[in-house]
């Protein structure tokens, strides 16, 4: 797919910076772990799976949030929602990149581009947003993706705007 001559109207938000991103991020974390523990921290106490490096080190960060950081971050969660929300209205998208740069060779993938990946998909599923994501970019021969962001229930939004601009 590549992006058609139809003109993209734009808008930058100046206030969308790393902090949102890193709040995105903290809240999902916390939210998550708490969640994973829920689920299946009986299950993987007690059979004590194999698991990659990455995934054991992740689950070790995540999981043991207690029940106070729990639903203090869940109120967290609330203000990050409607302040995300408040930055757009129904009927406009935010487009963001879905990665952090161009898609790495496997053995290229460090510790920071994984973080930056974690704050870019937290953004949507912390505030509740809908969210298209779209392999349309390439960078220096590499491809990379873009998602579509829109207020809850405008998810047709999201696949008029891909099909107007990116076909």
């Known amino acids: 797919m590549t992006m058609s001559s139809n003109?993209?109207?734009?808008?930058?938000?100046?206030?969308?910076?790393?902090?949102?991103?890193?709040?995105?991020?903290?809240?999902?974390?916390t939210i998550l772990g708490r969640e994973i523990d829920l689920e299946y921290g009986q299950w993987l106490d007690h059979y004590k799976p194999k698991l990659?490096?990455?995934?054991?080190?992740?689950?070790?960060?995540?999981?043991?949030?207690?029940f106070k950081e729990f639903v203090e971050t869940k109120k967290k969660r609330e203000i990050f929602t409607e302040t995300l929300r408040g930055?757009?209205?129904?009927?406009?998208?935010l487009m963001i990149p879905t990665t952090p740069g161009q898609a790495p060779q496997s053995y290229e993938v460090?510790?920071?581009?994984?973080?930056?990946q974690r704050r870019l998909y937290a953004i949507a599923e912390v505030a509740g947003l809908a969210q298209l994501t779209?392999?349309?970019?390439?960078?220096?021969g590499a491809p990379m993706g873009v998602s579509l962001l829109a207020l809850?229930?405008?998810?047709?939004?999201?696949?008029?705007?891909?099909a107007r601009w990116f076909m």
């Open 7 to 29: 003109e993209v109207p734009r808008q930058d938000i100046s206030n969308f910076s790393k902090l949102i991103l890193t709040q995105a991020h903290n809240i999902h974390t």
């Open 52 to 66: 990659s490096e990455e995934t054991a080190e992740f689950l070790k960060r995540v999981r043991g949030k207690s």
């Open 87 to 93: 930055l757009f209205s129904s009927g406009e998208l």
């Open 110 to 116: 460090d510790d920071t581009f994984l973080l930056n």
């Open 134 to 140: 779209l392999p349309v970019v390439n960078v220096n």
């Open 152 to 162: 809850p229930g405008e998810d047709r939004l999201l696949f008029d705007a891909a």
